[in-house]
């Protein structure tokens, strides 16, 4: 699924207000639909849990390409993708539970 990056910080405090949470193992997702707009997507890696950028861009490479396998999002939903885990965790493993999240959000 291609996905645009949210940047507007109206959209992403309203996703925190008035987004619905999907909890996973490892990762954490606020959805919000937007009228008469296309899906957008923010990924989140906290810095407290991993201090060196390199670590950060690698996860947040992952969950990207991790979200490109998923099937599309038809609902037209934004959503904001907080990863939770401590340690890194392989691709195949955040696709499985990407696909979960996705349809449990459908």
């Not at 490109?68 to 037209?76: L, S, V």
Request: glycine share 4%.
């Amino acid at each position: 699924m291609k996905l645009k990056p949210i940047k507007d910080k109206k959209k992403i405090t309203t996703l925190f207000e008035k987004g619905r949470v999907i909890n996973g193992e490892n990762i954490s997702i606020r959805v919000h639909k937007f009228k008469g707009e296309e899906p957008d997507c923010v990924i989140s890696v906290p810095k407290k849990s991993f201090p060196l950028a390199v670590k950060r861009n690698l996860i947040k490479r992952r969950l990207k390409a991790a979200l490109a396998r998923c099937p599309a999002n038809k609902d037209g939903g934004s959503f904001f993708l907080i990863y939770l885990s401590k340690q890194i965790i392989p691709t195949k493993t955040l696709e499985e539970e990407l696909n979960t999240l996705i349809k449990k959000m459908q």
